[in-house]
């Protein structure tokens, strides 16, 4: 039986026509409401990103396949976004970060997205699995060897939000005195802690990086990229790979943290040992990137029912999208999670054997860990295009650590030293030398 959803609470756009602000500590509390209603009332609804900025948001399923399907009506390119070319967009806002234009595969159309986005899905395509799940195997084990003595932990700032990190360093190829830098300037992005510095830190480390490979190419993702026919210059490929640590990272972040959520809060997961299934219903039910995919029609259009004048910020809900199936289909994988069409995620493969790795491995060391705190206690972090916890507070039995948790050197923060895991696999997590992971790891959790 479905019941007409109320409006969510504090959602001041009820009965307005005024945008549905997705800003809010309300609507980070409770986005399913807020779908729900939205939902109702059509496929399409006006809602408002930050103040000052507003844009048509997709919320059924068959209406965000037309419109990712449909390349040749909805670009990519925010070049067109009118409100930005006529400067309505606050200078500061902070969606600009995720919005504004940049030479990268994300934000490009036709051909040259073809041929970006061909380079990018190549250099993937050649990441080995078992070396990948060595190295997140490798890292879980180092990170959980921080806490496992404690009892407790915040799975959230512990775990999900340096792991993805931590990979991304080795898979890239970065020397410790260049990863440091990544790391620090994708962390910093996505936190907002001195956004514009981080982002200015990572670019450069990036430069650094592609200078290096030039130099000494290696058997890792940039080097892969730069040895791909579409032969890629210096900037495009410090563009391409800004956009593949970020885009990996932060949503990588999430997936982790929302199937460990499930894993503890649903019974049918909990010690089922179904992680592919708590996966794939997380993926339904709380995708990481809840909304995204921002869109511009080329020409005044319709979108599901809903008039949108050329260059107007059009997004999709994947989360809202999905809901409405969630419940007949949460065993296969149509979900939206990983968008569709000319701009899906090209990593999914990669992103799904991170994700199981990092929670099994978890798991197997921690076989009693557990919520610290009811559920209802549980804080999301606002924002309108991410789904993550604020932090996960868990309990377990402690365990003595099985390797090194590697003291920190206090007295070179930034300047890794260590234990760098070898191209070829071999773990060399028992070294005693102290490590870069762990200088890292001590600026993270400040
Ligand atoms: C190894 C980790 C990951 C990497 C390197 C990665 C990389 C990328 C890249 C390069 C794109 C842009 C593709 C294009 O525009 O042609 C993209 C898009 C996307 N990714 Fe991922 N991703 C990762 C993990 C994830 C995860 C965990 C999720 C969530 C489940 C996710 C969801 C998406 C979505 C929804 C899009 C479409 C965005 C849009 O249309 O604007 N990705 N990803």
Redesign the pocket.
């Known amino acids: 039986m479905t019941t007409t959803p109320v409006p969510p609470p504090g959602c001041p756009a009820h009965g307005s026509g005024q945008p549905i602000p997705l800003h809010t500590a309300q609507f980070a509390a409770d986005p399913k409401a807020f779908y729900a209603y939205m939902r109702h009332h059509g496929p399409a609804s006006l809602v408002e990103l930050a103040p000052g900025v507003e844009a048509t948001l997709v919320t059924d399923y068959g209406a965000a396949l037309d419109l990712?399907q449909n390349p040749t009506v909805f670009h990519?390119d925010s070049h067109r976004w009118r409100a930005l070319g006529e400067g309505r967009i606050p200078a500061d806002s902070p969606v600009l970060p995720l919005l504004a234009p940049r030479p990268?595969?994300?934000?490009t159309d036709g051909a040259p997205?073809l041929r970006?986005?061909q380079a990018?899905t190549d250099s993937?395509a050649r990441i080995n699995d078992i070396r990948l799940s060595q190295t997140v195997e490798r890292v879980a084990q180092y990170l959980i060897a921080q806490f496992s003595a404690r009892g407790s932990a915040d799975l959230l700032n512990d775990y999900a939000k340096p792991l993805?990190l931590f990979v991304?360093n080795e898979l890239f190829g970065c020397p410790s005195e260049i990863g440091d830098r990544v790391m620090f300037g994708i962390a910093g992005m996505f936190d907002g802690i001195n956004a514009e510095q981080a982002n200015h830190v990572l670019v450069q480390a990036v430069g650094e990086l592609v200078a290096l490979k030039r130099a000494q190419p290696g058997d890792d993702v940039t080097s892969w990229l730069m040895e791909h026919p579409a032969q890629l210059n210096d900037m495009e490929m410090v563009h391409?790979l800004v956009?593949?640590?970020g885009?990996?990272?932060e949503?990588?972040r999430?997936?982790i943290g929302n199937t460990l959520h499930q894993v503890f809060t649903n019974e049918r997961f909990a010690r089922s040992g179904l992680l592919d299934e708590a996966l794939d219903d997380t993926?339904w039910r709380n995708?990481?990137?809840a909304n995204?995919?921002?869109h511009y029609p080329a020409v005044d259009t319709d979108v599901a029912g809903h008039k949108v004048r050329a260059g107007e910020l059009v997004l999709?809900s994947?989360a809202a999208a999905n809901a409405a199936l969630a419940d007949q289909a949460s065993s296969n994988r149509a979900h939206?999670?990983?968008?569709a069409g000319?701009?899906?995620?090209?990593?999914?493969e990669?992103?799904r054997l991170?994700?199981l790795t990092a929670i099994e491995h978890l798991l197997n060391e921690l076989p009693d860990v557990e919520l610290a705190v009811p559920e209802e206690s549980l804080v999301w972090r606002p924002g309108p295009f991410n789904r993550a916890l604020a932090q996960l507070p868990v309990r377990f039995a402690p365990v003595k650590p099985r390797v090194s948790a590697q003291p920190q050197q206090p007295e070179a923060p930034l300047r890794p030293q260590v234990p760098q895991p070898s191209a070829s696999g071999t773990d060399q997590s028992n070294s005693k030398r102290p490590g870069r992971w762990s200088a890292f790891l001590a600026w993270l959790q400040k």
């Open positions: 990712l990519k990268n595969c994300m934000f997205h970006l986005r990018v993937l993805p991304f391409q956009l593949l640590l885009a990996g990272a949503p990588l999430g997936l993926l995708p990481p990137m995204y995919a921002p999709v994947f939206l999670a990983w968008s000319p701009h899906a995620c090209p990593s999914k990669p992103g991170i994700t």
